[in-house]
């Protein structure tokens, strides 16, 4: 009887502008936070997918010295799989021509994520004894063709197929050197690796994610400075920053969306509470018992949220799966499948704050008298049940423990909002009282609306500070997305290099540049020397720095030096002063915060036998993903120049200018060059198509804005329906009332849009240093036009909702007067 009671009002329910703004409300909710949890979630593990296939497995332990059996041993009592892998840079040899090429030994199972994709299909997963498999430039380089021989070291190989794409390829410049993929089993005939060789020793490991994280801990204890273990990382340094902070985008809109969302879904249902308290005293004046208010009322409740939440899934996985065809091309296929937990979280979720909203306005119902059908205001079950407002905020804070998976976060956040939330109010309610005083006198309306002001002071602060809010949350996603694109955007300007030049040798350096020039090509050369550090003040870095630190980068490799008598073009003096002075060096800037690092230290450094030291007198901030040479630490001239160097340089090519790699090559035939293209043009096709998707995510958070101030608005014109009624019996004109309402609108809006520009500036700065990473920027464009929109917002909102309010007519009045 109760559902099909239930099922009957809801219909009717649906003629209500409350209603119909709740269901929208959970409509847009569930929409929205199921494109952003599902996107969310296949961006972050599309990436680890991508990342696992680019190495070749899920984690790599690295050395520059042979690795111990025991390491593959420990990783098989785990269930891991491991696949161990041998690269150096050796010369090749065909005939007369020469060429310096990466070669991996490796040994099956090999790859273990990922494929080698070859030209013409082979019988076998790896080269068979005494074959190679070779790169396509590795062939032209050295004028040969499949079935043709070639040398390396002492051993003559037959290279049986071409490889097209390959995971592994290692780590720094060797990674962009001519590959060849040999079998283990041939290494030791070579004679090129010796004691003492410059190799890079592998193993390839993969396997459960709680195998792996065994591993991992066990293992932290074992490694010695020259070995690093690394779990799959972006591969690319643009794409990873493009994606990372687009994911990050897409959990600050999944929660902007959820409170926006809360905020509309309670404010819906506080006015739909008060206007069923006389259909509530109706139903018990015809013999409803009052046990069954509360089964009934959430009768309505669960179907309402099944109307809107079941299609808000559906069009949240459209959108979804939308937004991943645009960027197929650019994720690994397959795609990871969708999660059927992240699916349908987002519906469980609206449904759990339309709950608690429910549970807080409606409870009272149930102590709803009959006399209200006769006199609406002589009911006070609403101001006797104001203790039942405090189940929401515990309710809407588990709920965002929940979702953000973490309680101090949630902490800070509803501490932040409920603050931010009641001193917005205030300020805006005395910004609207001084602006009162100011216009005193100026416009005929002004006493009306000062009493008005006066009289509504306590609603002005509720409804400025959930207005703040609003916009704030708005303000904040807009403007955040707008930066987050131009930052995107500027990581790839129209000049970016799309070559690198390695392995010039210093008796080349003056020709190379000369040749650079005559093809008026904009490039600069910089020497390089592999060192590593060794000591800070004095004091050998095991024993200065934390256990913390000694697993930084910088201190468990060998880093590329460089020295030069300015700041490099691209890069930025954050602190201190660019010396020329002998010892002398410049570190960058995450560097020297990560490791503590301070104007004044001193670093000790060690290349091959020799050993030195340098005095930080600046700290340089370098973007690394600027495919432009950049260094850790530089020289100032005097100190590394005698060492052994090779030069790099990178420049930009355009469409024109194709041949011109093949012709440096010619001239130069020792050199490596590597072309770039093909990683900027994906890395811009992602910009271009995650702008997009941006795009969409903005749109249906504004229509979430725009329902929760058509609400605000609705439910301010219902509260005044018997003031501005008694205005018009005291003669006031239709005309009059509305403008003291747009007069009212104005000031609510352009405060509150003020006030909204102050705290977003400040979010917004918090935001780019803590989550994004990017620069903090000012905004003066949100000052000028969040109040205009804020205004126009809440004057046109108020006239469209205004007119199909009934008004109260006078025998009403005199009724609820009596």
Same mark, same amino acid.
């Given at each position: ?52 296939d ?32 041998i690269?150096f ?74 490889i097209?794409a390959?995971p ?69 340094p ?31 249902m ?21 046990? *069954? ?88 079950t +609403?101001?006797?049940? *104001? ?49 009162c ?62 070559? +690198? ?35 800070i ?11 913390? /630190?000694?697993?930084h ?58 050993? +030195? ?13 600027? +495919? ?35 012709t ?19 890395? /811009? ?36 329906r ?18 003291l ?5 104005c ?25 994004? *990473? ?7 464009l ?5 109040p ?26 005199? *009724?609820?007067?009596?």
């Amino acid at each position: 009887m109760i559902a099909k009671l239930a099922r009957r009002q809801l219909f009717s329910q649906l003629r209500r502008s409350d209603w119909r703004a709740l269901l929208i409300s959970i409509f847009l909710m569930t929409s929205l936070i199921t494109l952003l949890s599902l996107t969310g979630d296949r961006l972050q593990k599309s990436v680890a997918q991508r990342s696992a296939d680019f190495l070749g497995a899920d984690m790599v332990l690295s050395s520059s010295r042979p690795l111990a059996d025991t390491w593959q041993q420990d990783a098989q009592k785990l269930g891991l799989q491991s696949a161990p892998v041998i690269q150096f840079a050796s010369m090749t040899e065909a005939g007369d021509a020469m060429l310096l090429a990466s070669i991996r030994a490796v040994t099956p199972p090999y790859p273990l994520r990922g494929e080698i994709t070859l030209q013409e299909a082979a019988a076998t997963t790896l080269p068979e004894l005494g074959n190679i498999w070779a790169e396509p430039n590795v062939l032209s380089r050295l004028g040969i063709e499949v079935g043709d021989t070639l040398q390396i070291g002492y051993s003559t190989f037959t290279v049986s197929h071409v490889i097209t794409a390959s995971p592994d390829r290692g780590s720094g410049f060797r990674s962009f050197n001519p590959q060849i993929i040999m079998r283990s089993e041939d290494l030791a005939a070579t004679g090129v690796i010796a004691p003492g060789s410059r190799a890079q020793y592998r193993l390839l490991l993969a396997g459960d994610a709680d195998a792996l994280a065994t591993f991992k801990a066990e293992s932290q204890t074992q490694l010695q400075s020259w070995q690093r273990l690394y779990e799959a990382s972006g591969d690319q340094p643009t794409t990873r920053n493009a994606i990372g902070n687009a994911g990050q985008y897409l959990r600050l809109s999944a929660l902007f969306a959820l409170l926006l969302g809360a905020f509309a879904i309670y404010l819906s249902m506080r006015r739909f509470a008060a206007d069923q308290q006389q259909r509530t005293a109706l139903l018990l004046s015809l013999g409803l018992p009052r046990a *069954k208010l509360l089964p009934l009322f959430s009768w309505q409740l669960v179907l309402g949220w099944l109307l809107a939440a079941i299609p808000g899934t559906f069009i949240g996985l459209g959108l979804h799966q939308l937004m991943m065809l645009t960027l197929a091309d650019l994720l690994p296929k397959p795609l990871p499948a969708v999660d059927l937990f992240a699916l349908f979280s987002s519906a469980a979720l609206a449904g759990a704050v339309l709950m608690l909203a429910g549970l807080t306005t409606l409870l009272p119902l149930g102590k709803a008298s009959i006399l209200s059908l006769f006199n609406p205001n002589s009911d006070s079950t +609403f101001a006797q049940n *104001k203790r039942l407002y405090w189940i929401l905020p515990p309710g809407l804070f588990l709920l965002m423990v929940l979702f953000v998976e973490s309680v101090v976060l949630a902490a800070l956040l509803s501490v932040t909002l409920l603050l931010a939330g009641w001193l917005a109010g205030w300020v805006v309610q005395r910004l609207i009282h001084h602006a009162c005083s100011l216009l005193k006198g100026r416009l005929r309306l002004m006493p009306l609306l000062t009493l008005r002001i006066r009289q509504q002071r306590q609603w002005h602060r509720v409804q400025g500070g959930v207005l703040v809010l609003l916009l704030t949350l708005m303000t904040v996603l807009f403007f955040a997305r707008q930066d987050l694109l131009q930052q995107w955007q500027s990581q790839l300007p129209a000049d970016t290099p799309n070559r +690198f030049v390695i392995n010039i040798q210093p008796w080349e350096k003056d020709g190379v540049t000369e040749w650079l020039a005559e093809q008026q090509i904009d490039s600069q050369l910089y020497p390089m020397i592999r060192g590593r550090i060794t000591s800070i003040n004095g004091v050998d870095k095991d024993d200065a720095f934390t256990p913390t /630190q000694l697993e930084h980068n910088t201190l468990n490799r060998e880093l590329n030096l460089t020295f030069t008598d300015a700041i490099p073009a691209h890069n930025t003096l954050e602190a201190g002063a660019w010396s020329d002075a002998k010892e002398s060096i410049s570190v960058e800037q995450s560097m020297a915060t990560d490791l503590g690092l301070q104007l004044g230290d001193t670093l000790g450094f060690q290349v091959g036998s020799e050993t +030195f030291t340098g005095r930080i007198t600046s700290i340089r901030g370098v973007e690394w993903a600027s +495919f432009r040479p950049n260094f850790y630490v530089i020289f100032s001239p005097g100190v590394i120049d005698a060492l052994p160097a090779t030069y790099i340089t990178s420049f930009r090519l355009d469409s024109s200018q194709q041949g011109v790699s093949k012709t440096l090559l010619s001239d130069f035939p020792t050199l490596t060059v590597i072309d770039i293209e093909q990683l900027l043009a994906q890395a /811009q096709e992602l910009i271009s198509k995650l702008s997009d998707s941006a795009s969409m995510i903005m749109v249906l958070t504004l229509l979430s804005g725009l329902v929760l101030i058509i609400t605000i608005v609705q439910q301010d014109l219902v509260k005044r329906r018997f003031e501005v009624a008694l205005l018009r019996t005291m003669g006031a004109t239709e005309r009059q009332t509305r403008q003291l309402d747009m007069l009212e609108y104005c000031m609510i809006g352009c405060a509150s849009g003020l006030v909204a520009c102050f705290i977003s500036e400040g979010l917004l700065a918090l935001i780019y240093q803590q989550l994004l *990473k990017i620069t903090p920027q000012w905004h003066p464009l949100l000052w000028l036009c969040v109040p205009a929109i804020a205004v126009l917002l809440l004057t046109i909102t108020g006239r469209l909702v205004r007119k199909p309010l009934p008004l109260p007519t006078s025998y009403t009045l005199l *009724k609820s007067g009596s």
